[in-house]
């Protein structure tokens, strides 16, 4: 059985910065992509970054240039670097899996608070 476990999260001044870890344990089959999605305060869930198979990635618009996905295929675990954190980056912070087949897997989630 695949699980996923988040771990990095905690509490950072506003301009600090954290790296989140997303490690997978158990067998899985073909990745299409792996996300760190968020959900705040007020219960939005907002995809924040994406790393597919082909290493591409993709941003939303309000951490383009600030967060890095990344991934290291060795341990099965898939990073976010989050660089000068603002307030409103303030979330729990999830791991999303998909694979072949539609068939997916989230992970716990860590909490992320950016203090003014």
């Known amino acids: 059985q695949v699980q996923l476990v988040e771990s990095g999260g905690g509490l950072v001044q506003s301009g600090g910065s954290l790296r989140l870890s997303c490690a997978a344990s158990g067998t899985m089959k073909s990745i299409i992509s792996t996300t760190w999605y968020r959900q705040g305060l007020e219960m939005r869930r907002e995809l924040v970054a994406r790393?597919?198979?082909?290493?591409?990635?993709e941003y939303s618009d309000s951490v383009k240039g600030r967060f890095t996905i990344s991934r290291d295929n060795g341990s099965k675990t898939v990073y976010l670097q989050m660089n000068y954190l603002k307030p409103e980056d303030t979330a729990i912070y999830y791991c999303?899996?998909?694979?072949?087949?539609?068939?997916?897997?989230w992970g716990q989630g860590t909490q992320v608070t950016v203090s003014a």
């Open positions: 999303y899996v998909r694979e072949l087949g539609d068939i997916d897997y």
């Open positions: 790393i597919f198979w082909t290493d591409t990635t």
